[in-house]
């Protein structure tokens, strides 16, 4: 069995055994964060879903209004003007089959990949590179669009791709624990009506089980679902 540390130990002694306002448990988190590093702010949902059925899974994006707090290195790939589209609007690294060829000798060096529609026949041949890394564009991702500069600006701003694990559980980051406590709350209401309005069709009963938020480093610390539902978007702003 896993040793819990005395640190972990000490923190996890501060958390009562019940559900949190969502301002509380944020403030809650940010006090927990003691880790000798920046850590994030992360939200484990546990769903009412079994993502084995195509009817039952969810997989989308949200927009995060006060941003990850990370700075993300985008990778286009696409094709003549595009390439040049691609590197005006932002993107770190822009290319056509050059760089299919660079990542299938083993170049990493970007934390998101764009491509056109056109060249996903040629993105395909390194998809078992990309897939395990979850890496690989997607059109529900927003990760295969001829608009680069649109999905470059929303995804270097704050815009995220999550999904549910083979459990039900969604596991997402949702800013920096040295957030101010209000613009996590923000954040955490854009994921939680990103993932009630993308519902699965085959989800039934009780859609949402559990809902925990930490530190990376910190203990889970319950949050009150209801109460967060309640609030308004401009409330939690």
């Known amino acids: 069995m896993k040793k819990i ?10 958390v009562e055994d019940r559900s949190y306002n969502p301002l509380d448990a944020l403030q809650l988190l940010k006090e927990t964060a ?39 290195r ?27 060829e660079q990542i299938q000798k083993g170049m990493m060096e970007f934390d998101l990949l764009i491509a056109t529609p056109d060249m996903m026949p040629q993105v395909a041949k390194v998809g078992r590179i990309l897939g395990p890394r979850g890496l690989m564009p997607s059109p529900k991702a927003g990760t295969v669009t001829f608009d680069l500069p649109q999905a470059i600006t929303e995804f270097k701003a704050g815009k995220l791709e999550f999904r549910a694990d083979r459990t039900g559980i969604v596991h997402v980051m949702f800013g920096k624990a ?39 480093m910190g203990p889970a610390i319950e949050v009150d679902i209801p109460t967060l539902r309640d609030l308004k978007a401009g409330e939690a702003a």
């Open 34 to 72: 003691t880790a000798k590093f920046p850590e994030s702010a992360e939200a484990h949902v546990r769903l009412g879903i079994d993502p084995k059925y195509t009817d039952q899974q969810l997989r989308t994006t949200v927009v995060l209004p006060k941003g990850t707090g990370q700075t993300l």
């Open 178 to 216: 040295a957030f101010p406590a209000e613009d996590l709350l923000t954040n955490l209401k854009a994921l939680q009506e990103t993932i009630d309005r993308n519902r699965p069709s085959g989800a039934k009963g009780r859609y949402w089980r559990s809902l925990y938020v930490s530190a990376t």
């Open 5 to 14: 540390s005395r640190r972990l130990q000490e923190l996890s002694s501060r």
């Open 74 to 100: 985008v990778a286009v790939i696409a094709r003549g003007e595009k390439v040049t589209e691609a590197t005006n609007a932002g993107a770190d690294l822009a290319g056509s089959e050059e760089l299919i």
